[in-house]
């Protein structure tokens, strides 16, 4: 069992920054994937980014160039890093692992965290 928690969400104006950030009860360097996911509402979970098991990066299309995905290893973080924030990206961002290498379909995650709100106004 791994439990996750996310912070960071908040309103933030169209073009501005925000960091997610989810914490893991357990090592997840080179055991667990870990990913973002959002969902807005009246819509499907999308993936939105995810690091492997050690160092590989995945984005979704419409969040590359844009968001950046890190990880610190020692504290059992993830972090997701936005910038130039557009209203679509308005969502409920989830956290999520997998004991495997990266999947960009919720159905593949084992493990979520709670979710947190990001609002982008325009």
């Known amino acids: 069992q791994v439990q996750l928690v996310e912070s960071g969400g908040g309103l933030v104006q169209v073009g501005g920054s925000l960091t997610l950030s989810c914490a893991a009860s357990k090592r997840t360097f080179g055991v667990y994937a870990m990913a973002w996911f959002r969902q807005a509402p009246g819509k499907e979970r999308e993936f939105v980014a995810a690091f492997g098991l050690r160092y590989s990066t995945y984005y979704a299309d419409s969040v590359k160039g844009r968001f950046t995905i890190s990880r610190d290893s020692g504290k059992n973080t993830v972090d997701l890093q936005m910038n130039n924030l557009k209203p679509e990206d308005t969502a409920v961002y989830f956290c999520?692992?997998?004991?495997?290498?990266?999947?960009?379909?919720?159905?593949?995650?084992?493990?979520w965290g709670q979710g947190t709100q990001v609002t982008v106004s325009s």
């Open positions: 999520a692992c997998r004991p495997a290498g990266p999947a960009n379909e919720a159905r593949e995650y084992d493990y």
